[in-house]
């Protein structure tokens, strides 16, 4: 079974191929004659309509969307009205005169949080190894794995997502306070899923808020991302990489790490390198998957992840 994460990933690379031709730097979503309209959900605690709408209906307009309609609603209902049913608990969304081969790049838009953090790595794998004791046997001949190194433990699942989710579940039962366990998906499309657990600090040190600006660099084989830090940024950073050299860092976005690269010496300038995707991407696509990225963790993340509740084409007809 194909990891969901790394299909939908492709799957929005092809997208923003269609229309490279005719894409400039700005607008990050190309204009045309194709309109659609979403209802979101999300399944997080982190999850509150009116608080997303308005900093989802920004980002989309920050993107080249044009008068975005974006507004929190209750579902919709048959019948009679109960208790609770006029609550505003998803998003609906409505973009007009985008390009048609935009769709996927303006939903994974609308659906991603962007939420960066950079986190030390413990450097004592104990959770895992609890996490592990803990599982059942059917999840034990789910997940095969080997240490590969004192940090980190390799995993092999058919399922990326699932892999994640118990995780989740077992180690919220036994992790040590201020510990949490963050996985990193295969680097290569196509390769056997190895994934990468890391035992992070919970809480991080660098977030968003810490971004004063971040553009995608081009020439590169993977996306790459510039990110200059705010002046409170660059000092934290500076202590951060003086304090962990030798060590390991997780860059995580969304729950998932990016890379958790080993820290050569103490950086104190105020600009950081970040990598995404797999190597030896066309040049063309990792520029574009670049600057999808940049553009996403240089503004306030959403709360949480939403959820694809229901679509409809520029036409009004249903198309899921």
Excluded: Y
């Amino acid at each position: 079974m194909r990891n969901p994460t790394v299909v939908r990933l492709a799957r929005l690379a092809l997208a923003l191929v269609l229309f490279a031709a005719g894409c400039s730097e700005e607008p990050l979503v190309p204009r045309g004659d194709a309109s659609w309209s979403w209802r979101l959900g999300g399944a997080s605690p982190d999850f509150h309509a009116p608080t997303v709408a308005p900093i989802l209906k920004e980002r989309l307009r920050k993107a080249g969307i044009k008068e975005p309609k974006v507004h929190a609603a209750p579902p919709p209902t048959r019948g009679a009205k109960t208790p609770g049913s006029f609550v505003a608990s998803e998003v609906r969304v409505e973009v007009r005169g985008v390009a048609e081969g935009a769709k996927e790049l303006v939903l994974h838009l609308a659906t991603t949080s962007g939420r960066l953090g950079i986190h030390r790595v413990d450097e004592s794998s104990r959770l895992l190894d609890e996490v592990f004791q803990a599982l059942d046997e059917s999840e034990r001949r789910q997940i095969e794995r080997h240490r590969s190194e004192r940090l980190s433990t390799t995993l092999s699942s058919p399922n990326g997502e699932l892999l994640k989710a118990i995780l989740a579940r077992v180690a919220s039962e036994r992790a040590a306070s201020g510990r949490s366990i963050a996985v990193q998906p295969p680097n290569e499309l196509g390769q056997k899923p190895q994934f990468t657990a890391f035992v992070v600090h919970t809480e991080p040190d660098l977030t968003n808020a810490h971004i004063q600006s971040a553009k995608g660099l081009k020439g590169h084989d993977r996306p790459t991302v510039e990110i200059t830090l705010t002046p409170a940024g660059r000092d934290i950073n500076s202590a951060l990489t003086r304090e962990s050299v030798g060590k390991r860092l997780a860059i995580v976005i969304d729950d998932t790490v990016i890379s958790a690269p080993i820290v050569p010496e103490p950086i104190a300038k105020g600009t950081l390198r970040v990598l995404f995707g797999q190597g030896g991407t066309p040049e063309d696509d990792a520029d574009l998957m670049a600057s999808l990225w940049a553009f996403l963790i240089g503004l306030e993340p959403l709360p949480a992840e939403l959820t694809l509740l229901a679509e409809r084409s520029s036409h009004g007809d249903p198309t899921r």
